[in-house]
């Protein structure tokens, strides 16, 4: 009964993460951050699953180091958009 409860709060959160992901499109900012709670429910899900099987945890370790190499790589995009457009609205931003 205590594992549904480990595993349930995660994968909640994680939906609700992606919830907000896919219904806040309008900044850039607000997408990079629910792209990084995203990414903290995910570490949190390996951490349990390492836990449980007594692994240890250097993968995790190496998730984290990724995941803050996402965060500055979205972060340095962010401030080379507003420096080119001025704002951080998808609308103003154009591939071509």
């Not at 909640?12 to 806040?24: E, P």
């Not at 903290?40 to 945890?57: A, G, H, K, R, V």
Request: with cysteine; aromatic share 18%.
């Amino acid at each position: 009964m205590i594992m549904i409860l480990y595993w349930s709060l995660p994968m909640i959160l994680f939906i609700l993460g992606l919830f907000c992901f896919v219904s806040n499109r309008k900044h850039l900012l607000s997408m990079l951050l629910s792209l990084e709670f995203i990414v903290l429910m995910l570490f949190f899900m390996l951490f349990i699953y390492l836990n449980m099987l007594n692994y240890e945890n250097y993968f995790s370790m190496m998730f984290l180091t990724f995941s803050v190499c996402e965060g500055a790589l979205g972060l340095s995009i962010l401030i080379s958009m507003i420096r080119t457009h001025g704002n951080d609205y998808f609308q103003s931003f154009s591939i071509m």
